[in-house]
């Protein structure tokens, strides 16, 4: 009886509600279908926290996308994709929002290259870029075919070129090159010709 009164009460265990320390990180293929990676962060907490997963694209929530991976989507392109981290234990839950990614996209044709010009030997040739979509904007590369071939000599890496003697009979068109950081894709323009020799 004694001894019950003089019983040492254990203390009851409080715990430390989540905090973040450092905060989550975005990471992986920036391009439209890649994937992005969420890592949590550094986080406090006792007992250790437990993490759910919110992306949002321009800060707006993304429906259905609460793991840990996401796959970019047509929507995503030029848009700023993030991911929201959710920490909790029993005494209480704490969120931090990620880096934002920026998503790209690698250029695609819609329209191909126009030639315009005269197909006479002296004349020159002149080629539109074509209309492209691409995030970012793509810079452009020419160059010219004599019958399907790369002009090899004489050639131009402008969008105009000279007719030349070498072109006499045959038909000229321009392969136009768009390229940004997510990667290159050629177009080829309509065939002008058969070039003729005003001689």
Do not use: H
Request: net charge negative; glycine share 10%; proline share 7%.
């Amino acid at each position: 009886m004694v001894a019950s009164l003089f019983a040492t009460q254990q203390p009851a265990f409080v715990g430390i509600a989540p905090s973040n320390i450092f905060a989550p990180v975005v990471s992986g293929d920036g391009l439209v279908g890649g994937q992005l990676t969420c890592d949590p962060g550094a986080w406090e907490g006792i007992p250790s926290p437990e993490f759910t997963y919110q992306w949002k694209r321009n800060g707006v929530v993304i429906s259905g996308a609460t793991g840990s991976t996401y796959t970019t989507v047509e929507d995503d392109a030029a848009q700023q994709v993030s991911c929201t981290v959710t920490a909790t234990n029993f005494r209480g839950s704490a969120s931090k929002d990620s880096n934002s990614v920026t998503i790209g996209t690698q250029p695609v044709n819609t329209a191909t290259p126009v030639v315009t010009g005269t197909a006479i030997i002296g004349q020159t040739l002149t080629s539109t870029d074509g209309t492209w979509e691409a995030y970012p904007a793509p810079t452009f590369t020419y160059e010219w075919l004599r019958q399907g071939l790369p002009i090899q000599q004489g050639g131009s890496t402008t969008n105009e070129y000279t007719l030349q003697d070498a072109d006499e009979g045959s038909s000229i068109q321009c392969r136009v090159t768009a390229t940004n950081f997510f990667g290159s894709t050629p177009a080829t323009s309509n065939a002008v010709g058969p070039v003729t020799n005003p001689a």
